[in-house]
């Protein structure tokens, strides 16, 4: 686990852009990084009630007022050739349609990070785009907002909640199933938007807030992930960036 995880930190550096000292995103399972989230998840695949919770949130370098939303991109490969069923969500006629949900409600029991939103922000996810960079990966695309009366201002090393990923586990055991729930996959927050009125003083985030491996989470390991021809964690994280109207369009 721990050579898995050092290879996804070194690609990272070589496929994000470089984040500053204390700016980026952290992505961690069950809770925010500062509250002890985990980095991987081992689930036995062996029952159909489970949720499992991803947390994303962010740091700033330096403060920010009139943040009005969150743009973000979450990115998924998996260590088999294509992405397994599993993990084939909300488009109509995948296998667990219905097993993938987001929402914007932190946790009552953090207390080393805080709500950007101040618990106003809603939203949810866009898209899931399957084969986004290949035949074994998927992309979530998804944007969180305040109302125009509530914007917020956030501060400088503070780490911040942005959102929720909750994945349950139907179909996983019995008949129908879904097969591929023990194979490996890197989950990487590749970026998140900090949106305001005034487009120019956007700021987009990229790259891990806490060390090397802030911005990414494994199931089941992670390891053998291969995204186009590059091993590791990080080759899930492109260096392409969404813009506000691409997200804006999904929802149309």
Known sequence: MKKVTLLCGMLLALTTSVAAA???TNLRWNACIGDGGTINRNFAC???????VLVGGFELAAGMTDVSGNEIVVDIASASPNLPAWWHFRNAGTCRQ????????????????????????????GAY??????????????????????LAALFAAQEYFSFNVVINSAKTVGS?????CLDPVCIVFNSVNLTTPVAA?????????????????TWQGGGGVVVQGVPGCGAATPTRASTWGTVKSLYR
Do not use: K, Q, Y
């Not at 993938?100 to 922000?121: E, H, K, R």
């Not at 785009?129 to 509530?150: D, E, L, Q, Y």
């Not at 129908?176 to 591929?180: D, I, R, Y």
């Not at 003083?201 to 491996?213: C, I």
């Open 46 to 52: 062996d029952t159909n009630s489970a949720n499992h």
């Open 176 to 180: 129908p199933n879904c097969v591929g």
């Open 98 to 125: 219905n097993a993938l949900s987001f929402n914007t409600a932190i946790s009552p029991l953090a207390v080393n990070c805080a709500d950007w939103g101040d618990g106003l922000s809603v939203g949810g996810v």
């Open 129 to 150: 785009n399957i084969g986004a960079r290949g035949p074994n990966t998927s992309r979530i695309v998804a944007a969180t907002a305040v109302p125009p009366a509530s």
């Open 22 to 24: 204390g700016e980026g």
């Open 201 to 217: 003083n956007n700021r987009r985030l990229v790259g891990p807030a806490n060390g090397f491996d802030s911005d990414f989470a």
